[in-house]
């Protein structure tokens, strides 16, 4: 990509502007949480005027790639995880694979009433009446991501308790473990929302922010329902990829 701001060419400057300055991110020549160069630097280096330099911030900031802080000036903001929507990986799995420390804090666990959308999902019989809900704060290398509750109908009588699920940190490893179920395709949705200000007080954020909404409806090796799960990632931190052939 050139490196120059072409005054004649098709697309804006600003948007000339703010696609080298994202490939200097993409490429690591900017790193995460450094400054970006002032607007007089941008000004000399590329031969644009301040109005252009701030049109360009403006987009990269709302695509996510910068960040602001009040009184000290903007900043790169760490690179999104990518996760391909044809896999079917665990959190806990996501984050080691890219070399980052998942973490985790538990909100709530224990047995709930199934409302409507979660009763349909895991497909319960008209008698049952609880199941187990875990609401979990997910972390990497100890900075809020995701905004997970998990719903799961396990044999009667048996339960998993929150000192067996802080001690393994994955319950995909205590679903194996101690029920002998093993996740092996999914279906998923996604969607875009707005952060709540509960969500938004959670995850370090804005209320009203973007965030990506994951659906997951889980099932086994015996090709039953073992899991509903709704994850809502920062969209500042989490995208999606999809290989598509034709």
Request: aromatic share 8%; with cysteine; glycine share 6%.
């Amino acid at each position: 990509m050139p490196e120059i701001v072409d005054p004649n060419g098709f697309l804006p400057r600003y948007y000339q502007l703010a696609n080298i300055l994202r490939e200097r991110i993409t490429r690591g020549e900017l790193a995460a949480h450094q400054p970006i160069p002032s607007e007089r630097q941008l000004e000399t280096i590329y031969s644009v005027s301040r109005t252009t330099i701030r049109q360009a911030i403006d987009l990269l900031v709302r695509q996510g790639f910068l960040y602001r802080e009040h009184g000290r000036g903007t900043f790169v903001s760490p690179q999104k995880l990518q996760k391909g929507i044809w896999e079917l990986t665990s959190f806990t799995e996501d984050m080691r694979r890219r070399s980052i420390t998942p973490g985790q804090k538990i909100l709530e666990i224990g047995e709930v009433k199934p409302p409507p959308e979660v009763r349909s999902h895991l497909e319960l019989p008209a008698d049952c009446e609880r199941v187990l809900c875990v609401e979990r704060l997910r972390l990497g290398d100890g900075v809020p991501m995701g905004l997970q509750t998990s719903y799961y109908l396990l044999p009667e009588g048996q339960t998993i308790t929150r000192e067996e699920l802080e001690a393994t940190g994955s319950i995909y490893i205590l679903l194996q473990e101690k029920f002998h179920l093993i996740p092996t395709e999914a279906d998923e949705t996604l969607e875009v929302c707005l952060a709540t200000p509960r969500e938004a007080n959670l995850l370090q954020i804005k209320a009203g922010s973007p965030l990506l909404l994951s659906e997951r409806t889980t099932y086994s090796q015996a090709r039953r329902v073992m899991e509903f799960v709704k994850i809502l990632y920062r969209g500042d931190r989490y995208r999606y990829s999809a290989k598509l052939t034709r």
